[in-house]
């Protein structure tokens, strides 16, 4: 602890430390530690890594960019399991067939 506190006084640019101060060695290992109960390939293992180097890198608003992602992801792979039927399609993401529509439309897949 000592070392790291040294570290910190020496390398944080204000009388603050901020997260962005904090080593990259730090967040690797919360991340190994907090992921490491979950499946190696598991979407969610791949999101929080995914997460962390957004992060990492100062981005924001990371739900912002990846839920139209992930719901790109899902309204394509239920239409393609349900060879194209919207109201299937809909049922099998917990949509109503309006919803699926509108979401089609907003995501730019119609």
Same mark, same amino acid.
């Given at each position: ?23 990259? $060695?730090?967040?690797?290992? @919360?991340? #190994?530690?907090?992921?490491? =109960? ?5 979407? !969610?293992? %791949? +999101? ?22 992930? $719901?790109?992801?899902?309204? @394509?792979? #239920?239409?393609?399991?349900? =060879? ?5 399609? !809909?049922? %099998? +993401? ?17």
């Amino acid at each position: 602890l000592k070392t790291p506190c040294r570290w910190l006084t020496v390398m944080a640019a204000g009388q603050e430390v901020l997260i962005q101060d904090l080593p990259g $060695e730090l967040f690797e290992s @919360t991340v #190994a530690e907090s992921t490491s =109960q979950m499946q190696p390939d598991s979407w !969610a293992t %791949l +999101l929080a890594q995914w997460a962390d180097r957004a992060l990492r890198s100062g981005h924001q608003n990371l739900l912002s960019e990846a839920q139209p992602e992930l $719901e790109r992801t899902l309204l @394509t792979t #239920a239409l393609r399991h349900t =060879q194209g039927h919207k109201q299937e399609a !809909a049922r %099998l +993401l917990g949509w109503g067939r309006n919803t699926l529509t509108r979401k089609l439309k907003e995501l730019g897949m119609e």
